[in-house]
C-alpha cells in the first residue's frame, strides 16, 4: 500500500481504546456509551485489544457474538471500528496448557503467566495460536463495512530468551556471518578469550554470563526486533487473505526503544503510536513536554513520509506515571491539535470508559466511574470533538518539512552502550531533542529520520553524534553536502561500523572527516558540574561566549573554518566549532554538548541564512510555536500552538482565518492560555 | 478471657528479653544476671525466644533442664518469666531433615535455612514440629507459677509462595467466591485477558508473573494473615490445654504491615508490641518521634480495648538503624511513661545482655559486654525500676478517649496499591500522623481503631482517607454522624469496594457522599515541589490561607456549607474544606492535604466545640504532651511528658502530686529537658 | 626468593599490557607497535594475558607460535616480555564441555559462560586444565631469555558458592573448629537458634539463607582467600619446576577487598598493582587522589616490604568509570614518578594499543585506534620514557618509613558487617586515608602494614579502628609502646577477637585499655547531618575547638592525660584525645572522628617531637609533597611532586640536582602545574 492508504480512511478520527467484554453483564453500559460517543464527536474506536479470552475462552472455542454486536452497533451509530488482535495478553488456560510460550528473561528464569506482552516470539505453539484466532477474526470481521483499520496486538515489546529464541538467534547469526571467524572478528571476541569455536556456545546477553560484547548486544536487539517483525508478519497473513484491503497498524511506544520502529515501518501500512508526554510537572510553561511530542509526532510521521495515527492519549492523567497531573483547560484541544499539526489523521484517547479494576482504574478515560457527560474531561473531549469535525480537510494534506534531524534507534543502541567517555550518560536523546527545540521554537517544520532514510530533498540536516556509521550512510551524507546541502554533525562522530567495530586510521571515518574538513584526536568526559567555554569572535555572526558541558572533543583542522574555540583546559585554543565547504555545501562540526542558548542563536541564523521557510513568518514569544500542511493543491493549513498557561501575544504576517473558532484574527493577537488555532 | 486479663498480671511489669542459653557454660552469668536484675527493679524476663535448637537439639530429644533451672532461680528471686515458644527461628537439623519447612519467597525460590521466621506457616511438618515442642514446654511450664504470659514466637512475619500455600490459597479463595465467576469479576480479571478459567491457574503475586491485580494482592494478603493467624491458634491449643488461664500474646511490629494484626487481636488475650521509634534524628525536639511512637502505642491499647504490654524497646540504641543513637539522659524513663500514659502495663527491653556475636551484638542491652552495673545505661534502667514501683496504681486505670482516628491496614493496602493518583506515594500514613498530632499537642488521648470497630462512644471520629469501604463501616459511620456524631473525613474517599473495585455513580459511595454533603469529581496530583493554598474566610473561624500539596480533589457541594476554597489552578473558587449537618450530627470533608499549622487550629477550635476534655486543661507548650488514666473508682493519673531536650514550662490549672519525685508542683512550672512526671 | 628478586629486573621498566592475538590478521601492527614502543622508550610489555583460546584454541591442541614469534620480535628489538598465564578466562568450549568449571554465585545460581573470573577455584577439572595450559606455556618460554616475569592469571577475584566450595568449605571449618562445639561457640550460632549440629547443615553466607552469623562471614572470606591462594600455588607449580629463577607477581586491585592480599603477598615473589584514581573530579587540585594513590602504593611496598612493579594504570582515561577524564598534560610523568618515589620499580600502562572492539575499547592507550604517534598521550608517554631510562640508579633504593599505618583488610571486613554504630558508614578507609593524609602533607614516608607485620622499627605507629584484635597484634603492640614506642590508636578499638566475638569485661581488650589509659564505656553514632566539637586547652600545644562528626566514643580515664574533651551534648566534658604514657613510651587515643585539619596539626607537632625525618626539610605547599629512596651505599633520591594544575612555590633547604631535567634548583623555586622532580 501506498501514501495513499491513511488518506483514504474516511474522516479524521476521533475515539478511544474502547471494552465492551468488561460490561457485558451491564448491556446499558454499551447503549449508553453510543449516546455519549456521539455527543463527544467521537467517531472511532478501538476494540478487542487484550480481549482474547473473551473471544476463546476454552481452547478452540469461539465466542465472537458479543464482538459483532457491539461493532454493529457502533456502526449504525455512525463509529468505525479498529479491530484489534488480541494477542498481546494470552489467556490463562493457554499458558498453563502449553507452558513453552511464557518468557523467559535474560536471567533465564521463565515468567508466570501475568501481565501482558509475556509471550514468546518464536514458540511455534504461540505462532499457531495465533494464526487460528486471527483467522477466524478476519472471517468474520475483515469484510464488516465497519472495520477500518487492524490494530495489530498493542504496545509490542520484550525479548525471550528461551531455549527456542536462542535456536533461532544462533540461525540469524549463521545467516549474517556465515562464518564464526566472521563472527569473532566483528565481534572482536579474541578480547577476553570470549573466541567462539562452535555455534552452539552462542548465548543471548544476560547478566550473569555475557553482558559485554557490543557485537553481540546490538545483534540481539537486531534480532529481536527482526523476529518481532518476522511475528507481525505471520500474525497479519490470515487478516490480509481475508480482505487485502483493510491497512493494519501497531501501536508504538516513545519511551520504548528495545525494538527498531524504523525496521516495522517497512512492513506496517499506517504508522501510529501512543502519546504520553510529562504535562504541568514544572511551572506555567510546557514547551519541555510539547518538543518532546512534537519530535516523536514528526518521528511517526517521517517513517513513512505520510500522515500517521495518534492512537493513544490521555484525555487527562495517565495513573501509571510519579504523579497523575491533570491535563489544564484547553490542553486537550491543544494535543490534538499539535498531533494533526505534525502530521496525524486522528486523535484517539486511551480510554473511553474507565475499568472498574485493576492496574488502569485510574487512568482518566472520557466517561469516567460515574458515567458522567457533565464532568470537565467529556466537555472538554466534546470541544476537541467539535473542533475536529471541522478539520477533514487537513486529512491530504502534508508537511513537507526543509529540514531533517537524524534519530537513529542502531546508533542509540550503540552510544548508550559504548563503555565510555561517560558511563554517567551520553546524552543523545538530549542533544537531539536540544537541537529539535531550535527549530520548533521558530515554527520551522522537521523530519526526524534515521540513517537509511533519504537526505536529497532536505536543505538542511542535522547529525547529532552519528558514532555508528550504518550501511551507505555515510556516503550519502557526503554526497547530499556535496550537491550543495547543509549539514549540521557534532561530536562523537563515525567512530564505529554497524558492528561496534572502532575504526582504525583518521576518523571521522569513511570520508566524514573530509567533509567535515576536522579530524577527530580525542575526547574529554566532564563530570556534571564541571563546565568549560566557547568563544565565537564577532566574524562568526556568533559572537560570545557559550557554556559547554559532558563532552568536549578535540578536533584538529584538516580544511575546515574555525568559528568557535574552546576556552579553558588544556585544549583552550583548540577549535569547538568549525564550518567546511565541501562540493557546493557545506558541513559544521559542533565538537561538544553547548548550550541551549547557542543552539537557538545559531540554528536561527543558519535557517536564516539557508532561506528556510517558518510556519508563520514572524518571531514567536516563548512557548508558542507554528506548524503547517498543505494539500496537493496548494491549501496551506497554518496551526498556532500555546504551550504556556498564561496569555502570549503574536504578530501575525498577515490576517488568518481560525476554523476552529470561525473568527479572522490580524496584526497583534493575544492568545489564551493553551490556546490552539487551526488557520487557512 | 476478657478486659481483666491484663489488669490480672501482678505488677507493672519492668525487664527484658532475656537469652540465658546463651551462657550456660558461664554459670555465674545468671547469679550476677538475677542480682543486677534485682537492682535494676526488674521483675520479668521473656525466655526461650528463639531457643528451640537449645531445647531440642536433635529430633524428639528435649533438654530442658537449662530452662526449668532458670526460671525457677529467677522466681525464687522474685522475677517472673514470660515464657516464649521458640517457633520464630527452627533448628539446622530440622531444616535439613524437612526441606518443605523451608520458605519460598515470591521470586518462586526456596530460601536456604537461615536468618528467622525462614518457615511455611502451611506445611503440615512444621505445624506438627510446631505441636509436639509446645505440648512438652506446656507439660513442663504451663503450671510453673512464674509463668505469667505466653510469648508466642516473636516477632511473627513473612509469607511463603510454595505450593502447599498455593493450594490453600486456592481453597481459601474457593470458600470466599465460590465460583470462578465470581472472582473474576471482583478482581475485573477481563481487564487485559486475565479471566481464570480454572481454579489451578490462580498463582500468588509474583514479580514475574501477576503483580497487577489489586484484588489479588489483597485478598493474597488477607489470606496470609489468616493463615498466620491459624498457625497461631494451632501453636497455642497445646497451651490452652495444659492450662487455660496463662494468658497468650505476640510481639507486634509497629513497621511492618504485611500483616493485618487486627485479625490477630481476635484471638490474642493481650496485645504486646515492641516499640523502636528514630529517636534523637534531627535537633534537639524529638515530638516527631513522640507523635509516632504515641500513635502506636494508642492503636494496640484500642485494639482490644485494654491495656497492653510494650514488649521490647531499646535500653539506648537499636544496631539495625542507619544510625546507632543513644537515647538522652531522662529518655528512658520518659519513654517508659509515655507507654503507661498511653496504656500500657509494662517497660520492657530489649534485650537483658548483649550476646557476645551475631547480628544484634551491639544492640544496647540493660547490661552491656562489659557486665558493668555503673554504665549510664544500666542507672538509666535503675531509675525508671524505682519509677515503675510506685505505678501499680495504674494497671487497673483506663484512657477512655473521647477521640478516635481510623486507621485501616487493609484500606493502607489498597491505597498504596492503587496505581494512581500518586504512585511517588499517597501518604496515607502522613495524613493520619498529621491528624494524631493535633490531638498529641492539646493533649486530648485518642482511640486508633480500624473499619471494623465500634463508633458509638466517640465524640469525634477522624477518618483519613477512607478509599475502601470495608464490611458495614460506611452505614456505622453514617448512622454515628445521624445520631449526632461528629466526623473529619478526607479526600480519597469511598472510592472502592473490599476487592479494590471501583463504585460506579456517585461518590464517596455507599451514602458517604450524603453524609458529607459534597460529591467526588475528581483528583489531581501535584509534584513533590508544587503547592496550591486553599482560603478561609473570617465566618469560618479559620481565616487564613494554607498551603496544601500532594494531592487536591476536586468536589461539588449537594449540601455541605464551604469553609475554605482553592485559590490557584483550573479548580480555584472550588470547595477544599467543607461542612455538613447530617441528622444530628455534623460531617467535615477535607479535600486535599492540609499543612500541619491548619490541622492544629482547626481540631483545637473544633475539640473545643465539642468540649472534648484535655488531660491537662492548660495551653500545652511546643514538644510537651499531657495523658490521662483513670480507675473505676474514678482515680485520676495525669503523665506530663516533655519531648524536647530543653526546658519548657506549663502553667498547671491546680496543683499536683508527682508520683515519682514525690512532691507537689503548681502553677507556673518549669520541665526539665525529657521530663516525665505521674501526677494524681 | 628474597628481596633481591625485585632489584634483579635489568631495568626500569616501561610498558604496557600488549594484545598482539588480536591483530594477528594485520602482521604489520606488529611491526608498527615494535616500532613505536622504541619511540616510546618501552622495555617491556606483559603478554598473554585472558589468551587461553588463542593458545588452545581446542582442547589439547597449543597453539604457541604466534607467542613465540612475537616474545621473539619483541625481545631482539629490546623490549622484555612479562608473560602471563590466561588463566583469567577460560575458552567458551571449556565451559561448554565442563559446565562444573563456571562460578555458582551467592544466590546458588550458576553463572553462565561469559565475563572473566567466571571460574571455580576449586574445581578439580579446571585445576587440571590450569596444569596443562601452564605446563606447556613453560616448557617453551620458561627459559626463553626474553622473559623476566610470570604475571599469573590477571586480577584474580571473586568466589565460588558450587557444592564443590562447600564442601571444601566444611573440611577448612573442620580443620580450623575441630569441633562444632568449637564453632558454634565462636561464632555465637546459639543466637536464633541457629547452632549447628551436622557439619553439613553449614552453607557459605548466601542473601536467601545465613548472612548475617558475622563469624561465618569472616571464615568464608578467609576461605576464599586460601582457596584462591592455593590455585595460584598450584598454577606456578609448573612454571617453577621449568625454571625456578623466573619470578611470579599477581595484578593486584585497589578497589577489590574480597580477598586478603596479605596472605598472598607470603607466595608471591614480586608484588604488583594496578592504580586506576580518579584523577581531576573535581577543581584544580588533585591532592586527594594523591593521597589515595600514594597509599596504595606505599601498602604495595610494605607488603613484602620490598620495591614492588606499578602494573597497570592508564596512559589518561579509563573508560569503565563514570566519565572519562583525560589526564591533563605532565599528570602521565607525575604519576610514574608518584610510583617511583613510593617503591615502584615499573611503570607499565593498561594498555599498549587500542582493541578494536569489545569492553575496553575506548579505554586509553598508548597507541589509539588511529594509530598515530604524534597524538598527546602518545608524546606524553615518550616524555614518560626519557624521564625513567635516566631512573635505573633508584632501582635499588629503598623508602625506610619511620612511621606505620595499620591497614587490615581482615579488620575492615569485620568493621563493615559489625552491624551497629553506624551501618551508613563507619568510614573505616576514610579515617586511614586522612591519617596518611597528613603524613603525605609533610613529605613523610609511611609504611602501611597490616596487624601481622613487624612494629618494632617504626617510630611512630598510627591504628586506625582496631575493631578486631587479630593474632598476637595487641601484645605486640603493647610491647612495641613498652619500649619507647609512639602509638596513636582510635575509637572502635579493640572488641571482637578474630572471629568478632565480642571481648567481656574492660575494653578495648588484651589489655590495650591498659596501654591507653583509658576504658571504653559507650559510643554514639550521628546521623551526617549532626556534629560535636572537641576543645584542646592551651597546655596540649594544640589549642582550640574542632569538629567531629559520625561516631563519638564514651570513654573514662585510668591513667591517660586528657588533651581535648566533648564541648557538647551528653558527653561533654568527657574526653575525646588523651595520651599516655606507657613503659616507655605514649599511646594516644581519639575517641571520635576528628577532622582534617586537626589531623594535620596533631601530625605535624607529633611528627616534630618524634623527629620523624621529612623527605625535604621544608614546608610544603598545599597539593606538593615530596618523596624519597635512598640507595645501601647512601645516595638518596628526592622525589617533588606537585599535583595541583596551578604553579606551587616551595623552597629548598639545599640545592637538588633534577635527573629528569638536567638542572640544579636551589632556594625558592616554582613548580609548574603537575611538575615532577627526582633529585638528587
Known amino acids: 500500500m501506498s501514501k495513499n492508504v491513511i488518506s483514504k480512511l474516511p474522516v479524521m478520527l476521533?475515539?478511544?481504546?474502547?471494552?465492551?467484554?468488561?460490561?457485558?453483564?451491564?448491556?446499558?453500559?454499551?447503549?449508553?456509551?453510543?449516546?455519549?460517543?456521539?455527543?463527544?464527536?467521537?467517531?472511532?474506536?478501538?476494540?478487542g485489544i487484550f480481549s482474547w479470552v473473551s473471544l476463546e475462552p476454552e481452547e478452540g472455542v469461539y465466542t465472537f457474538d458479543w464482538l459483532e454486536n457491539v461493532i454493529n452497533r457502533l456502526y449504525v451509530n455512525g463509529i468505525y471500528t479498529v479491530l484489534a488482535t488480541p494477542t498481546g495478553a494470552k489467556p490463562s488456560w493457554m499458558a498453563k496448557k502449553y507452558p513453552e510460550i511464557l518468557r523467559v528473561e535474560?536471567?533465564?528464569?521463565?515468567?508466570?503467566?501475568?501481565?501482558?506482552?509475556?509471550?514468546?516470539?518464536?514458540?511455534?505453539?504461540?505462532?499457531?495460536k495465533t494464526r487460528l484466532i486471527n483467522t477466524e477474526l478476519a472471517k468474520r470481521f475483515a469484510n464488516h463495512p465497519a472495520v477500518i483499520l487492524w490494530h495489530v496486538s498493542n504496545e509490542i515489546q520484550g525479548e525471550c530468551h528461551c531455549e527456542l529464541c536462542q535456536a533461532e538467534f544462533r540461525k540469524w547469526l549463521k545467516k549474517k556471518y556465515r562464518t564464526l571467524d566472521n563472527l569473532n572478528k566483528q565481534w572482536w571476541t579474541c578480547f577476553w578469550s570470549h573466541t567462539y569455536t562452535d555455534w552452539e556456545e552462542i548465548e543471548s546477553p544476560a547478566p550473569h554470563g555475557e553482558p559485554c560484547i557490543h557485537g553481540l548486544n546490538l545483534d540481539w536487539k537486531r534480532f529481536c526486533t527482526e523476529q518481532t517483525v518476522d511475528f507481525y508478519k505471520e500474525e497479519i497473513k490470515p487478516l490480509k487473505e481475508a480482505n487485502p484491503d483493510i491497512p493494519a497498524t501497531i501501536n508504538m511506544m516513545a519511551y520504548y526503544d528495545g525494538i527498531d520502529y524504523w525496521k516495522f515501518a517497512e512492513v506496517l501500512d499506517i504508522i501510529s503510536w501512543d502519546s504520553y508526554p510529562m504535562w504541568h510537572n514544572g511551572g506555567t510553561d510546557d514547551s519541555g513536554g510539547a518538543i518532546w511530542n512534537a519530535f516523536w509526532h514528526d518521528a511517526m510521521r517521517s517513517m513513512k513520509q505520510q500522515p500517521f495515527l495518534l492512537m493513544e492519549n490521555t484525555p487527562s492523567t495517565a495513573n501509571w506515571c510519579g504523579v497523575s497531573r491533570h491535563k489544564r483547560p484547553g490542553m486537550n484541544l491543544l494535543t490534538a491539535i499539535q498531533a494533526i499539526a505534525h502530521g496525524s489523521n486522528s486523535c484517539q484517547y486511551f480510554q473511553w470508559r474507565q475499568s472498574r479494576g485493576s492496574v488502569e482504574k485510574f487512568h482518566s478515560a472520557v466517561v469516567g466511574h460515574n458515567g458522567s457527560d457533565k464532568s470537565r474531561i467529556f466537555l472538554e473531549i466534546c470541544k476537541t470533538g467539535d473542533a475536529l469535525r471541522k478539520l477533514d480537510g487537513v486529512l491530504t494534506a502534508d508537511v513537507n518539512a526543509q529540514v531533517a534531524i537524524i534519530y537513529d534507534v542502531e546508533n542509540k543502541w550503540a552510544v548508550e552502550d559504548s563503555k565510555g567517555p561517560r558511563n554517567e550518560g551520553m546524552g543523545y536523546t538530549d542533544q537531539i531533542l536540544q537541537t529539535y527545540g531550535s527549530f520548533w521554537k521558530q515554527g520551522i517544520p522537521v523530519d526526524v529520520i534515521n540513517m537509511d532514510a533519504d537526505l536529497e530533498k532536505y536543505r538542511l540536516v542535522c547529525v547529532p553524534m552519528p558514532y555508528m556509521l550504518r550501511g551507505d550512510f555515510a556516503a550519502r551524507l557526503k554526497k547530499y553536502v556535496e550537491k550543495g546541502g547543509t549539514a549540521v554533525v557534532t561530536y562523537f562522530c563515525g567512530m564505529v561500523n554497524e558492528n561496534d567495530l572502532c575504526y582504525l586510521g583518521e576518523t571521522p571515518a569513511e570520508g566524514i572527516s573530509d567533509m567535515l574538513g576536522v579530524v577527530f584526536e580525542d575526547i574529554d568526559?566532564?563530570?556534571?558540574?564541571?563546565?568549560?567555554?566557547?568563544?565565537?569572535?564577532?566574524?562568526?555572526g556568533l559572537e560570545g561566549e557559550y557554556e559547554t558541558?559532558?563532552?568536549?572533543?578535540?578536533?584538529?583542522?584538516?580544511?575546515?573554518?574555525?568559528?568557535?574555540?574552546?576556552?579553558?583546559?588544556f585544549y583552550a585554543g583548540y577549535p569547538a566549532?568549525?564550518?567546511?565547504?565541501?562540493?557546493?555545501?557545506?558541513?559544521?562540526?559542533?565538537?561538544?554538548?553547548?548550550?541551549?542558548?547557542?543552539?537557538?542563536?545559531?540554528?536561527?541564523?543558519?535557517?536564516?541564512?539557508?532561506?528556510?521557510r517558518r510556519s508563520l513568518e514572524t518571531d514567536l514569544p516563548q512557548g508558542v510555536t507554528a506548524g503547517r500542511r498543505m494539500t496537493e493543491n496548494g491549501t496551506e493549513y497554518i496551526f498556532i500552538e500555546n504551550f504556556v498557561n498564561e496569555t502570549r501575544e503574536i504578530d501575525l504576517p498577515y490576517p488568518l482565518y481560525d476554523i476552529i473558532s470561525g473568527k479572522t484574527i490580524s496584526g497583534r493577537t493575544v492568545l489564551e492560555p493553551y490556546a490552539a488555532m487551526v488557520c487557512k
Open 106 to 128: 535474560s536471567n533465564r528464569v521463565r515468567n508466570l503467566q501475568g501481565g501482558r506482552h509475556n509471550h514468546c516470539y518464536t514458540s511455534p505453539v504461540y505462532r499457531e
Open 549 to 569: 558541558s559532558k563532552l568536549c572533543e578535540i578536533v584538529t583542522v584538516k580544511t575546515a573554518e574555525v568559528l568557535g574555540k574552546y576556552k579553558e583546559d
Open 525 to 540: 568526559g566532564l563530570y556534571d558540574y564541571q563546565r568549560n567555554h566557547v568563544v565565537f569572535d564577532s566574524e562568526s
Open 14 to 47: 476521533h475515539g478511544a481504546d474502547y471494552n465492551p467484554e468488561q460490561w457485558l453483564d451491564m448491556p446499558e453500559i454499551l447503549e449508553r456509551d453510543i449516546e455519549l460517543m456521539k455527543k463527544a464527536g467521537v467517531n472511532c474506536v478501538s476494540v
Open 577 to 612: 566549532f568549525t564550518v567546511n565547504n565541501y562540493g557546493k555545501g557545506k558541513a559544521y562540526y559542533q565538537a561538544t554538548v553547548m548550550n541551549g542558548e547557542f543552539s537557538d542563536k545559531f540554528y536561527k541564523k543558519l535557517c536564516g541564512e539557508l532561506r528556510i
